[in-house]
């Protein structure tokens, strides 16, 4: 296992070199891989490169557009470099179908692609799932939250959202669209148990680990070991530091947990971090769970 190394000092152009550069963790015919081909990759990397060196127009950018949560950002990452892309021309984004005054639905982003010649459709969704049954049917991956679960975003995605594209108000304003699912994310398998994927799984994607708190009180953490709870939207991608203050050995991340899990009934991302070049980078990520999770209020064991 393993993450990434982030290439820019600005965490929201590392958050998109990861968007357009990792697998998703799902291999689907109609899977949107971003990069066309190696030049491809490498103009949108040094697009990126510019960017970097003006950091604090990258911070404004974002700022300017307030609070939101982590899939309506994630979707701004993507839009930010499709409007620097000269592969692409983002001709809308996030476009209501509306009927009698009712919203119908929403289209993610719609393109055209100028090498192909063609008018695109994009669904843009970033997962995050721990497996907690016996086969990779999608229903046993399910989110943090608990409130939702592989098999339910898939049926929603193929049965409602893909087949906006053939309602009759976007085909009138945008002709015949080619509908694709840019679907990033990480799934996270019991602890040290065999990894069941999921059906349809890409094995190209990075996995990771999920246990519980009891288990993480037991492993045993080499001394030097510092980790770091990670909220919202710091899941996107790995996590680059440069100030040890904000990381905290086994113990005192084990207490942290512990208080997080009497607030909120829910797993925490915990990321384990290296020190290199006067950074610390991020070399390993676990969901840390209640003890029996998911089952409903069970309490943090210390």
């Known amino acids: 296992m393993g993450v990434q190394i982030p290439h820019f000092h600005n965490t929201h152009l590392n958050r998109i070199w990861w968007a357009l550069s990792s697998d998703s963790f799902l291999s689907l015919s109609d899977s949107v891989i971003y990069f066309q081909d190696a030049e ?6 040094q697009l990126l490169k510019l960017a970097d060196e003006n950091p604090e127009l990258v911070n404004a950018h974002f700022d300017s557009l307030g609070q939101m949560p982590m899939g309506r950002y994630f979707e701004q990452l993507l839009i930010f470099i499709l409007e620097r ?52 049917d999608h229903h046993n991956f399910l989110g943090p939250s608990k409130r939702d679960f592989l098999g339910r975003k898939m049926k929603k995605l193929w049965q409602n959202q893909m087949p906006l594209s053939r309602h009759p108000q976007i085909r009138e304003k945008y002709g015949s669209l080619k509908s694709g ?10 602890f040290k148990e065999n990894i069941i994927p999921p059906d349809q799984a890409n094995s190209a994607a990075l996995s990771f680990e999920y246990l519980s708190i009891k288990d ?59 020190e290199q070049d006067a950074r610390y980078l991020e070399q390993e990520r676990y969901f840390v769970t209640t003890e029996n999770w998911p089952l409903p209020n069970q309490e943090a064991k210390l």
Do not use: C
């Open 40 to 45: 491809h990759k490498a103009e949108v990397l």
């Open 216 to 274: 993480f009180k037991n492993q045993a953490w080499p001394e030097e070991a510092i980790f770091k709870i990670l909220k919202k939207p710091d899941w996107i991608g790995p996590k680059d530091l440069t100030l040890e203050s904000e990381l905290f050995n086994a113990k005192e991340i084990l207490e942290q947990l512990h208080q997080e899990m009497e607030r909120i009934d829910r797993p925490q991302l915990v990321a384990q971090f290296k």
């Open 181 to 190: 699912l840019f679907l990033k994310g990480q799934l996270f398998y019991p």
């Open 85 to 136: 892309d000269q592969r692409y021309d983002l001709l809308a984004h996030n476009v209501q179908i509306i009927e009698d005054k009712i919203t119908r639905g929403e289209l993610d982003l719609i393109l055209y692609d100028r090498k192909n010649e063609e008018h695109l459709h994009w669904e843009v969704a970033l997962k995050f799932y721990l497996q907690v049954g016996e086969t990779g």
